[in-house]
């Protein structure tokens, strides 16, 4: 019997799914982390922000309720639209209006450098 395996997505904020980011790629998995800004009910659009940088979010096959203003957290698969416009198809979604989101970040930045360190330790 055939499986697929579905990616966990890759912790990314939002800054780095920016058409010059390595991470600008189609269908790629992500977690991303945002304020809710708007949310249109009849395309299933979400937008969310967090530092300047925005992201539209395909919410159509997830059922939760979005609310202006909280903040979100979506795991999907990135779609860039032909006029280079990144879209997440989500697939999971929460509301994660508890979450410290600069000791996120914070913690983000710990992760990458304690995995570059684990990288760099490996090819020593």
């Excluded at 991470?23 to 790629?28: H, I, L």
């Excluded at 202006?68 to 994660?96: C, M, T």
């Amino acid at each position: 019997m055939a499986t697929s395996a579905i990616s966990a997505g890759a912790l990314v904020n939002l800054q780095e799914l920016t058409p010059s980011s390595p991470n600008f790629k189609q269908g790629a998995s992500f977690r991303v982390t945002g304020k809710l800004q708007e949310y249109n009910l009849e395309t299933a659009i979400a937008v969310i922000v967090d530092e300047g940088a925005s992201l539209k979010i395909d919410t159509q096959h997830m059922k939760l309720n979005l609310r202006p203003g909280s903040i979100y957290q979506f795991i999907g698969e990135l779609h860039i639209e032909p006029n280079n416009e990144a879209i997440l198809k989500a697939r999971v979604g929460r509301n994660v209006d508890g979450l410290d989101i600069n000791l996120y970040r914070h913690s983000l930045q710990l992760l990458r450098e304690f995995q570059t360190e684990q990288i760099n330790t490996r090819t020593s």
